[in-house]
Each structure stands twice: as C-alpha cells, then as structure tokens.
C-alpha cells in the first residue's frame, strides 16, 4: 500500500539555523499538507498545497516558513531562522484529488528538536 | 471558527472489552467530514476511520465503530474486543471542506489497555 514518507525521522538544530524537512507524498496524490504537534498539544495546522502553489495557511505559518515541490515527487517545508519554540513533531499529509480528497493520509513525521 | 473537544484526557480498559472514546464538535457547516486517527507511541498519525456528515449510517471499520450525532454534533468512537495493540493516543478531527481542507484537531484521548 503507497505511504507518505519523510526525512529525517530526528532533527535535531541549534537556534537560528536554517532546516528542511523533507516528504514524499503518495504518488498520484495532489493536496499536500503540513501539520505539527508540540509535546503534550493539539496537532495544528500549518498549510496546504495545490497546484504549485500554496492554498491556504494558519497563523503559525509566517515568513520563516516557506513549502516547495522542487520535483515531481517531494514536498518540502523550510523554516529559515529556526526558534525554540519550532521544537515539534512535523506531519506531512497528502490527499488525492477529486473521490477521496477529504481523507488526507499522515506520513511518520520527523521530530524537531531546537537547541 | 470550528473547534472539537475530547474531554477524556485518558481512558483505560481491560483487554477484549469495549471502550468507547468521546468527542463533540462545533460548526456552522453543514457539509463536513469527521475521522479518528491513532497515534500510537511512535508517533505516527494513522488513519481509523471516518464519517461524512451527509450519510445518517454510522461508519464501521472491524472493531471500530462511531456513533455518529448530527443534531448533538457528537462523534464517539467505541472499540470493541480492546487489543493490546489498541493502545495510543486517540485523535477526533473535522474537516473543513469549501476550496481548503484543513484538519481541525481535539487534544486526544490517551488509551490504555488492561492485559
């Protein structure tokens, strides 16, 4: 069965520096998405993706953080100048278009660790 | 603005009973969609099963089952012959629908099985 993959599993990042994280959505997915979850918090969300371009995002999402599709199989999230409070877990998502769109399906996630 | 709510941090039950998780949501929508996802202690996000607000028949995945409550908007979740395996942390999420889909997320119940 196709899955959402992600690298790194563990990231582990002093403050200030610049990570990507990085996923590979279901194939013939084309909504793709980016969630995290703090330690002990809701799962939130961060933002959606379709078509190349961004399609809606939350207010955690601001210029620090950046997504791209640089090819035709990776979806990325980039966060600049990277804060302690970052240090999460960070879920990528992807859902098909048109039958099924509503069921997004979770990739393992890669945990953040902000020094 | 929509929010879901699981007033049961934590639950337990003896293996081979039946548990049943509860959630409630608010919206002004009519057309939405509702899931359960798992997040056992590797942390990753698995999809359960899930409810289309449209269809009044409950959603049932093998020992899964929700009783779904469109009036009282309330979405519980009951497992019935509790494994071992069961154990996790347990998410009730809405879906927005419209041009965006966005998860909206309760803060999880926490399952423990009895062996």
């Known amino acids: 069965e196709p899955e959402v993959t992600q690298t790194p599993s563990h990231q582990v990042t002093q403050m200030g520096q610049e990570v990507i994280l990085r996923c590979v959505p279901i194939?013939?997915?084309?909504?793709f998405y980016w969630y995290r979850q703090i330690l002990g918090q809701k799962v939130e969300f961060l933002v959606s993706?379709?078509?190349?371009?961004?399609?809606?995002k939350s207010e955690i999402f601001d210029d620090q953080f950046s997504v791209e599709r640089p090819d035709g199989s990776n979806f990325t999230l980039k966060i600049r100048s990277t804060k302690l409070e970052d240090s999460a877990m960070y879920f990528c998502a992807s859902s098909p278009r048109g039958w099924g769109v509503e069921t997004q399906y979770f990739g393992p996630g890669t945990r953040l660790l902000v020094l | 603005a929509q929010t879901v709510t699981q007033s049961q941090p934590e639950m337990s039950v003896q293996e081979a009973e039946t548990v049943t998780l509860s959630c409630t949501y608010d919206t002004s929508e009519s057309d939405y969609y509702l899931f359960w996802y798992k997040q056992p202690p590797s942390r990753q996000m698995i999809l359960v099963i899930r409810?289309?607000?449209?269809k009044q028949q409950n959603a049932t995945e093998n020992r899964f089952s929700v009783n779904f409550q469109k009036a009282a908007k309330s979405f519980s979740l009951k497992i019935s012959d509790s494994q071992l395996g069961d154990a996790a942390m347990y998410f009730c999420?809405?879906?927005?629908?419209?041009?965006?889909?966005?998860?909206?997320w309760g803060a999880g119940t926490k399952l423990i099985i009895k062996p």
């Open positions: 409810q289309e607000a449209y």
């Open positions: 993706f379709y078509n190349n371009e961004i399609s809606e």
């Open positions: 194939s013939n997915h084309l909504y």
């Open positions: 999420a809405y879906l927005t629908m419209g041009s965006n889909y966005q998860l909206i």
